[in-house]
Each structure stands twice: as structure tokens, then as C-alpha cells.
């Protein structure tokens, strides 16, 4: 569950209450491109003009059976708002429009979606005939637009459930589709030869080490050697991006007048909690996930769109379905807004690139005040329980002491601690020996961490929910992912290690915000040094954080 702090509402997201490469008017980071065969239902060489809110319809009516990928290339030099309108072959009176939005461009672009037929409660679940494609001009300026061509595809979608991964090196890297597209899996195969561990040790505690086999003195319990560091007990953890708007005015004034209705959480408190906007790109709190919108994986990197559901959905939870919005709401509601992540790995560690842009239409957007972000939600594994940092005065003096606050941040509701200073711009969750997972993201202007369900001190009986995780619902776990190898795998428990670096800004309309971070599995003196490397050679540009500066 999340949880909400004083001045800082950190979405954790589940326990702690996540595009181009960078902001507008930069080149963006280019998607990996497949071997795909569309088939074009529209052709078109016009140019024509939209007034401000005008919008034009394009009449396809042809029979997609099969497809469920679109394509459409265009150009348009300002913000388009698109609409998708088809209906079910085998009735006609079903109807649906599925919404889309085109960034302004002075090039021909190639626009490409998945109709919502790959989530299980998605719109589109039915043989399709496209009916038409409507594109409305939502800036207050003449839009030029330039159509090309519309195709659709038989693309082959994997497996509601599938996890995609890439490894290269040492490092294995998944991104979970069935949560958005987060970074759902980061394992380290191989440290010079040794193998990373999950075990329980003699103290009984549940610990991650290397080199450590069944026969090693302090192992009581061997429990694996392919180890996933990141937790993902439920749609709100993982490593992903999350994003805040007070739009909709106090409880009192949530009327829905401008476009958005605001709704009370049970996540981050039993009594209710009144939730602003929060895309969150897993899903919601009650576990619906996010919509694929696009991806694509190479050799060594995944790239993914996602439509971002909407956290406060507190009456779809299982224990409301009495209540009488709880049919209006299970479902949850899915965004009006992209996220977009590349995740690649070079040199042994992985580079993430996140993007996120909104296209809601609410009418307050101007007049909304800031709100803190997680950039990105980071949601560790919680045998790596030591929290590190430099808080220094000499940044990158690598004898420089190294600031451990072991023990002052457990519990979500008082126990968290935030800071502002770490000049290295980084933060790392390792265990006993310095090994884990270190994290370098330039740009944050403040730290939040902290410990959930847990002490310094892991005894096994306190961790053993692993088959309890609320994703493991209608006799899946995890929508089918591999079952724990134990009841203490620690990927899958509700004790976890968090932080999010956070910076406070006010979400603007049709404008995307970016940046850039890095991650590490080693031992904290080797990525400390790989992460001033990366500072020194200036491979990190977060400037794109400022498009949201007020």
C-alpha cells in the first residue's frame, strides 16, 4: 500500500504511502523497430488546416479480423487528439473508441498501437471492423497535418502474462507487460565466477550473498541462485514511474467540472485517503494493470509504451464489491497519458530512459500547485536492508566516507527518512558485505526511504507471505509467472527496502517531462567509481526534469 507523507506524497506504490529521450523540443530516443507486415486500409497524400478545436474524420470502414495493431503515418505541427472507432464484427451495434495522441512534428512519424485486446478486461476482446479515425486539434494555434498512410497487423502478441527480457554481460534485466511495462526483474547471473544466492542463514534471517552454495558454514536454508532483486509484490512496487496532479480541487469542490473526479484511496490509510491524479505505470491499487500501448525488444534493449492507469481505485478492491460504485469502478480507469521507458544494458549495467506525457484535458491545469514525483518508484529486494549514500562535502572523493543510516528507516508511517543532500546523485540498498543494487540518477532534489515490514533484523517466520502477494487473485500468481521457490522469496513478499529520488514540479499538458538513471548490481566501492566515471564523462543529461519547473 502507499503512503502519503506531510509535504511529501511518495507513492511507494503498493507499501509506501513511477518517451523520448528528453523534454520538448529535443530529438526523442527512436523505438527498436521489428519485422512486422501491415497492410494498409487507408492511403493518403492531403494536407489540410484545423482551427483550434476543430477536428476531422477519416471514414475507413474495413474489416480487421486478426489485427490488432495499428499503424499511422502522418505529421501534424501541433497536438492532436485521435480517435480510434470501431465496432464488432459479428454485431455492429457494439461500438468502441479507443483514444490516441499524436506530439507535433515537422517530419512524416510512425504512430503505433496495440488496440486495447491484450490486457483480460480490455475493450477491444472481439473480431474488429475499423470504422473511422478522428483527429482534433487541441492547441490554441492553425494545426497543419499531413496524412500518409493507415495499416493495421496480425503482430503476434505474447501471453497476457509474459515477462521480456534482455541479458547481456552479467546482467539479466525484465520488463513486466502485464504491469506496464516495468522494470520487473534485475538479476545479477554471475560475479566473477560465483553465483548470487537467496538463503536463509543460521541467524534466521533471509539473505542474499555471493558466492554462498548449500554447503556454505551460515546457510541453513538454500533457496536460489537465479535471484531477483527488485520486489514486486504487486503492481505499485517494481521499478517504475509515477506521477501527481492536483487537479479536481478539495474533497468538497471534486465535482468532476474540470474533467477529472477525484476519489478516495484505502492504500495508504483504512479510513481513506483522498487521492489526487496519479498515473502509475503498473496499474491501479486494486491490481488492474496499465494498457500496452507499443514495445519492442532487440539484443540488448526493450523498449515499451504504456497507458497508465489511474492508483485511486480503492472500491474495485475485492472486500468493496457491496459497495455500490464497486461495478462502476472495478475495472479501474485507465490515463489519458504515455509513459514510455527504454532499458538497455551496457558495460554490466542497465541504462533506463523514462518519458511520460499527458493529454487529459483538464480544465485546471494552469492553476494546479506542484507536487512532489518519484523519479523513478525503486522497490528493492529487502535482504539488501542497508541504506547507502554519500552526504559528504568532497563529492566523488572515493575515500570519502560513505553515510550508512542502518536502522533509522524502518516502518513507512514514521520511520522514513528524507534528505536533500546527496551531492553524488545516487543511493544503493546493499547487504552486510556492500554487495547490491546501486542507482545514479542526476537531478533529484530530494531522497525518500525506508524500510516496510521489517527491521534491521529478518527473521524467516516474519517474511514467509510470499504466497499471500494480492497479484497471486483468480487462481493466478503473479498472472502466471514462475511460483516462488519458497514462501520467503523475497522478489514476492510484502517487506521490501524503497526509495525514490523526488523532485517537486507542476504537470503541464501536452508537455513531456524526462530523465535518465543507471543501475548497478556489485559492490558498492565498484559502482561508486563506474557512477563518478559516468559523471566525469557527462553521460547523463537530466534537463529534461526542468519542463515541469514553475
Same mark, same amino acid.
Given at each position: ?166 541479458? @547481456? ?46 554447503? @556454505? ?26 506521477? +501527481? ?26 479510513? *481513506? ?40 481505485? *480503492? ?63 525503486? +522497490? ?9 549514500? +554519500? ?15 542502518? *536502522? ?53 517466520? *516474519? ?13 493466478? +500468481?503473479? !498472472? ?42 556489485? !559492490? ?10 559516468? !559523471? ?15
Amino acid at each position: 500500500m502507499k503512503k502519503k507523507l506531510c509535504c511529501l506524497v511518495l507513492a511507494g506504490l503498493s507499501a509506501f504511502g513511477m518517451l523520448g529521450l528528453s523534454a520538448c523540443g529535443e530529438e526523442e530516443q527512436p523505438a527498436p523497430t521489428g519485422g512486422i507486415s501491415f497492410t494498409s486500409v487507408y492511403s493518403s497524400t492531403d494536407t489540410f488546416s484545423l482551427n483550434p478545436g476543430e477536428e476531422k474524420k477519416i471514414k475507413i470502414n474495413k474489416d480487421i479480423t486478426g489485427k490488432n495493431y495499428m499503424r499511422l503515418i502522418m505529421n501534424s505541427t501541433n497536438n492532436l487528439y485521435g480517435t480510434f472507432e470501431y465496432c464488432d464484427v459479428s454485431d455492429p451495434t457494439r461500438i468502441v473508441e479507443e483514444n490516441f495522441f499524436i506530439e507535433p512534428s515537422n517530419k512524416q512519424i510512425e504512430f503505433k498501437q496495440f488496440l486495447d485486446s491484450y490486457r483480460d478486461n480490455g475493450v477491444g476482446l472481439f473480431d474488429k471492423k475499423m470504422l473511422s479515425v478522428t483527429l482534433k486539434n487541441v492547441d490554441n494555434e492553425t494545426a497543419t497535418v499531413k496524412l500518409g498512410d493507415f495499416a493495421v497487423a496480425d503482430r503476434d502478441v505474447p501471453a497476457f502474462e509474459k515477462e521480456i527480457y534482455i541479458e @547481456s554481460g552479467d546482467l539479466k534485466v525484465g520488463a513486466d507487460l502485464a504491469m506496464g511495462g516495468t522494470l520487473s526483474y534485475l538479476e545479477r547471473t554471475n560475479y566473477q565466477g560465483m553465483k548470487i544466492a537467496e538463503y536463509i542463514n543460521t541467524d534466521e534471517s533471509v539473505s542474499i550473498g555471493v558466492g554462498v552454495t548449500a554447503e @556454505s558454514e551460515n546457510c541453513k536454508r538454500y533457496l536460489s541462485d537465479s535471484v531477483n532483486l527488485i520486489n514486486i509484490y504487486d503492481a505499485g512496487r517494481e521499478i517504475q514511474q509515477s506521477y +501527481y496532479a492536483d487537479v479536481g480541487g478539495s474533497m468538497e469542490e471534486a465535482t468532476g467540472a474540470n474533467g477529472y473526479q477525484r476519489y478516495t484511496s484505502f492504500t495508504a490509510d483504512p479510513n *481513506g485517503y483522498y487521492w489526487p491524479y496519479n498515473p502509475v505505470q503498473g496499474g491501479d491499487e486494486a491490481c488492474n494493470v496499465s494498457q500496452i500501448i507499443d514495445y519492442q525488444v532487440t539484443s540488448n534493449q526493450i523498449y515499451v509504451k504504456t497507458r497508465a492507469m489511474d492508483w485511486a481505485n *480503492g472500491y474495485g478492491l475485492p472486500e468493496n464489491m457491496d459497495n455500490p460504485l464497486y461495478e462502476e469502478r472495478k475495472n479501474g480507469r485507465t490515463t489519458k497519458s504515455y509513459i514510455e521507458n527504454w532499458y538497455e544494458i551496457k558495460d554490466n549495467k542497465l541504462f533506463v530512459t523514462n518519458r511520460f506525457i499527458d493529454w487529459n484535458g483538464f480544465t485546471d491545469m494552469d492553476y494546479i500547485p506542484g507536487h512532489n514525483l518519484e523519479i523513478p518508484a525503486t +522497490y528493492i529486494v529487502h535482504p539488501l536492508n542497508n541504506y547507502v549514500c +554519500y552526504e559528504g562535502d568532497e563529492p566523488w572523493n572515493l575515500s570519502s566516507y560513505v553515510y550508512d543510516r542502518q *536502522g533509522q528507516l524502518d516502518g513507512w508511517a514514521d520511520g522514513s527518512y528524507v534528505t536533500t543532500k546527496h551531492p553524488e546523485d545516487w543511493f544503493a540498498w546493499v547487504n552486510e558485505n556492500d554487495f547490491g543494487v546501486g542507482v545514479y540518477i542526476p537531478g533529484a532534489r530530494a531522497y525518500a526511504s525506508g524500510r516496510s515490514l521489517t527491521t534491521t533484523h529478518f527473521e524467516a517466520r *516474519g517474511n514467509s507471505n510470499a504466497l499471500k502477494s494480492p497479484m497471486g487473485r483468480q487462481d493466478m +500468481y503473479l !498472472y502466471n509467472k514462475p511460483a516462488p521457490t519458497s514462501v520467503w522469496t523475497s522478489c514476492y513478499v510484502g517487506n521490501t527496502d524503497y526509495t525514490a529520488p523526488v523532485v517537486t514540479v507542476k504537470m503541464k499538458e501536452y508537455v513531456p517531462l524526462s530523465y535518465h538513471y543507471v543501475v548497478a548490481v556489485d !559492490y558498492l566501492e565498484t559502482f561508486r567509481a563506474e557512477f563518478k566515471e559516468i !559523471y566525469e564523462n557527462k553521460e547523463i543529461d537530466n534537463s529534461g526534469l526542468k519542463a515541469w519547473d514553475y
